[in-house]
């Protein structure tokens, strides 16, 4: 800073990239001096274009959003500041050197000072001129020099001198400082604010760092000014005051217990956990070694003798500055490993509160399938019932058939060599039967090998739960009762066999084998549901029960043709073609059965012990999951609440695509969620399936990965955006916000549950907040392609939020607005006309085009447009 020759090494501190650097200490101003500002700092010119190149970079970014927080944050730093500016006076000037983008200066022009300012970088003057109305009268586009040179020439004496974030990035601050104080007039003061070291601050822009003990040295250089310097330990700044400038005329003694309120602040701060506050700790030490330094210094003037003495206490320093190098290394270090040690452990926690959960819902749910078998045990006992009543009938079949022979004896003896042809074929239909018998008999003894191979999965099961005992034992109760069905139906054939001397008892013994199939694939689709190491077992059996089946139609077919020949032969016979009909109103009414059976198994199919097999990784069959998903959100329509309006509507009898896709887990989840949201939250609020369907062909059919949400509330949109992010393969799709900390807490249980968190990020933040966009972007990896916006719905904020958001989209990205039309604007409560008139105003000052549905619907019924959703959307594509 002063420009002095004599630096001792004072630190080895990482810079703002990370790279460890020298940082040296002035001996002359005490001042820290980074090794990166060593090389090219003595070219004035060119270290004014690096600096100028530097902040317009690092300022390229600004909107008018930033520019209006700057403007108000200065506007109370002037405020705390009165005292050191003075208070506002025509013939008082206020000049600022390095203005930069102008806020300091508007700062003041709003508070009533008569202020002037430059600032030699081009871009940042235009930026001035564009959000602050700075023009050539008070911003000139020159340097500090120049501006002194033209303030000289016209005989101008500011009140004060403004050096705000300025010395730091030039090569001879003391020049300009000197001169800024010869301008002042007598009453002047300068007031300046420089940053402190700070390995944040560390790079090759910052060619110095002062430090309190600076605070006197510049003084005395300035020809004795009374100082004043206030340290901001939290932000890293210090800010020095010369002249009247100083608040309450403290003059240069005051700075004399600086260095013991730098220690104060220091000694009440928490324990050393990072290398920045490691170092504040050691500046006391780094201050007594340099006033050790001076004293050495004046030893020297005074006493040659003394030479060897100083060299060696400068050696003594060195190996000590080594060793405290040393230390905050290994302190660093140790930092690292306990922060990294504390992030394990968390994680570790997160995941067991995780399997408890789990653990939890499979306790209940397998205490509901316990329920459940039993319920299926009672089901199988009343069949065995009707069994029984069945063969009763067979037998008044009997009684009926003996009774007719011997009305008509004399009709059936001109029978009898008919019945003798199809006796022959009884006996070949009793082959056959006995042919399915014996292939029964095989299919049970393969139940039973199942129903070890059941036993072996409870036994896997177990280790999870203390219930393996009852398990085993309703195991073997059903497996009684299976047992007991099965002699009653082999009993039940054994009698249908003594009745097939008559036509109708063959065809008895075709619906008593049909019967069997429907219980067969009903054990099937249980055993099936109970273990997945079956499953190729199944599979197998299945298919031989589908050629059984189709064997058995065939042989249907084949007698009903023979029955219609029998009643052309008999003609007249009134009593056997009333057997043939009462027949087959009895095969219509088993067939009918048989099709409620199956409905009832697919409902069963959607009960919670169906889902924690499939937790356990047990698919059920395929047929009976199709049975039920064409029902889905189609009973919606039966519900009451506002929220189901869309499925009311007339043409809306189908399941939609944003549905129909989710798999049965994924829908159950879905289902869960609607039931749940009903009972907790009286208006939920989610955008329907017309916005939800348009997204959805957006996203799906463009292959778009990077989607930010801009309000998720309860969870609706945000759970089926994730849906179809998982089934396109997309991890980190989603960055979702909302204000709300209780429905998001309440949305991301939702979102753990359905597994869905490594594809969604859910935070807790204002929409409309610029640190957003960069988090957003960061979780993304790269600019967003779609935002969708469904927040406050109100004028302003949605305002904020377009500004913010296209902005950041990539070329060609999409917005896409809920609650656009004349109706929505009612859901503004600030009552300024909402999302609409925030569209069409932005729209109309951008210069962009938007593709806005229903923007014109003030009230009416859902279904009086093509486009169903009263509420509107807007679509907005960035086209630069």
Partial sequence: MCAGTQLSPALLLPDAEGNNTRIWQCLDCFAHVPETAQAGTSDHEGAIDQQVAFHEAFWSDCTAESMAALRGDLKRMVELMRAQFGAPAAEDLLVEIGSGRGGLLRALLDHGYRALGCEPSAQ????????????ESVLRHESGHALLDSLEAEGARPRVIILWHVLEH??????????????????????????????AYVYPEHYFFVTPDTVPVLAERL?????????????KFITVCFGTAVSGGEDATRVGGLAASWRAAHARAEPIQTRDLALAHLQDAYQQAGRDLQAVRADLERLDAAHAEAASQLDHAARIDAINVRTIADLSDRLDQQAAHAAEVDGLRIEQARRDDEIGALREQLATLAAQRNDQADALQRQGVLLEGRNADVVHLESVVAEQQAAHTAKVDGLRVEQARRDDEIRGLQEQLAVLVAQLDEQVGALQRQGALIEERHTDVARLEGVVAEQRAQEASRQAELDGLRAALAQSQIVQTQVLVALDAARDAHRTTEAQHGNMALELSLARQLSAQKDEALKAQATLIDERWTAMQEMGREISMRDAALAEQVG????????????????????????DAEARVAELNERPWTRVLRACGVTPSRRLADLSAHARSRRFAERSHNRYWWHRVGCTDYVPLIYDFLSPDEWSVLEDWFDDTEKRYESTGEANVPPLSLLFGLISGNGLSRIVQCGHYVGYSTLLLSFLLRRMGVRNGLYSIDIDPEVTAYTKNWMRRAGLMPHTRLTIADSADPAQAVAAEAYLGGAPQLVFIDSSHQYAHTLRELDLWYGRLTRGGLIVLHDVSSYAASLDRSNDGGVQRAVNEWCARQGVAALSLNSFVDGGRAGDYPYLDGCGLSVIQKSE
């Fill in 572 to 595: 007249e016979s009134a009593w056997a073609w009333r057997l043939v009909e009462g027949g087959r109103e009895r095969e219509a009414g088993l067939r009918y059965r048989l099709a």
């Fill in 170 to 199: 030039l090569v001879d601050p003391l020049q300009l400082l000197s001169r800024c104080a010869r301008l002042l007039r007598e009453d002047g003061g300068l007031i300046l604010q420089l940053p402190l070291l700070h390995s």
């Fill in 124 to 135: 940042l003057v235009q930026l001035a001129r564009t959000y602050f109305d700075l023009d």
């Fill in 223 to 235: 020809g004795g000014l009374p100082c004043q310097a206030q340290v901001d330990a939290e932000n």
